[in-house]
């Protein structure tokens, strides 16, 4: 069975933007804006922030306290859109319950929405017009074109709806000419449902929800969960997919989780970010 690890994937954009960088009379500016102290939220935001400043970018995060009301960070955000020294603004989610992230999604520039989250970038996705995309499915696309997974004419199942993998997901896979099927929690016979798949892709946040009776043999499984199950003696957590790893009897292809789709989501931000940058100042 081939193991479709993301650090290679990613190091390879890595060094297209660095060739991109070298070329460019300016240094793009990743903004990240934190709100409270959430552990997992303080974790993501630091690995963004170093890995942008390794690779050349300039990255500052804002923290706001926990309780800051809505009206107080949209007003941030559009002191941000109005930067033209900024070129990419991500909201770290989830944000508390006081601020509704679709409305915060709302108030972002379209041309500074490095998260691809954007209505106005995830509409332009489904109709085929140039977007900043989600990073996330991005990456997963990234890694499948990496490994030579062919697409076109294939059937490909999503078991996720999520507006931040699953539908903007489906629309790049439709993209390349699969044939998708969207699945969910209410989806009708999902075991059945997922043995159709060439490519199949998990992507809902449930430990070991798919299991090697789901996979059609010699496909390829694309883990997208990310779940924590406890902590290890050292104190470290334990993180499992959505995929249990008997599913490497089966299958042709998997991604490992950690070290699969992961390590892709922060590069293809990056990428975003200098391609928004790229784009509004060119």
């Known amino acids: 069975m081939l193991e479709l690890a993301g650090p290679p994937v990613a190091e390879e954009v890595y060094q ?130 990496h490994y030579q997974t062919p697409l076109s004419g294939k059937e490909v199942v999503i078991v996720g709806r999520s507006n931040l993998v699953g539908k903007p997901l489906a629309a790049m896979m439709l993209r390349e000419n699969a044939t998708v099927t969207l699945a969910h929690s209410r989806t009708q016979g999902l075991a059945a449902v997922c043995r159709r798949a060439d490519v199949l892709v998990a992507a809902v946040g449930k430990a070991g929800l798919i299991t090697p009776e789901m996979v059609r043999p010699g496909a390829v499984v694309v883990d997208v969960g990310i779940n924590r199950v406890g902590q290890n003696q050292k104190g470290r957590d334990i993180l499992v997919g959505d995929v249990v790893p008997e599913v490497t009897g089966v299958a042709a292809a998997l991604t490992p989780v950690p070290g699969g789709v992961g390590p892709m989501t922060v590069a293809m931000l990056l990428h975003n970010t200098v391609v928004a940058a790229m784009r509004r100042r060119s």
């Open 16 to 145: 297209e933007l660095k060739t991109r960088l070298a070329q460019l009379p300016y240094v793009p500016h990743l903004r990240v804006v934190r709100l409270g102290e959430d552990p997992a939220s303080v974790s993501y935001v630091r690995l963004k922030d170093r890995q942008a400043r390794k690779l050349g970018l300039s990255s500052q995060v804002d923290v706001f306290p926990e309780n800051t009301p809505q009206n107080e960070l949209l007003a941030h955000i559009a002191m941000l859109n109005a930067d033209p020294e900024v070129d990419g603004i991500l909201v770290q989610s989830p944000v508390p319950k006081q601020v509704d992230f679709n409305t915060v999604l709302e108030a972002i520039s379209p041309l500074k929405d490095v998260d691809g989250l954007t209505p106005a970038n995830a509409g332009r996705l489904w109709m085929g017009l140039e977007a900043l995309e989600s990073c996330t499915p991005a990456g997963v696309m990234r890694i499948l074109k």
